[in-house]
């Protein structure tokens, strides 16, 4: 199995607000406003460390592309 790994991927005044795995793309966002860098970056790191790797296969990944296009249309 391959190591999954975080990456943030958004970032808003340098703090960070949202992050994915980049493995099974599960994105982490930073709910609230939070105070600073190191807080922000905790709470997606701590949503990351418990998440559980499901890994789309193609057609997973179409299906949900498709759908999170349309859904707030």
Request: hydrophobic fraction near 35%.
């Amino acid at each position: 199995m391959a190591k999954r790994k975080l990456r943030i991927v958004r970032r808003t005044n340098n703090i960070p607000v949202l992050g994915v795995c980049e493995f099974c793309n599960m994105q982490f966002p930073a709910h609230h406003p939070l105070s600073g860098q190191s807080e922000a970056q905790a709470a997606i790191q701590q949503q990351f460390n418990a998440h559980k790797c499901e890994h789309e296969d193609a057609n997973q990944v179409g299906a949900r592309i498709v759908r999170e296009t349309t859904e707030n249309k």
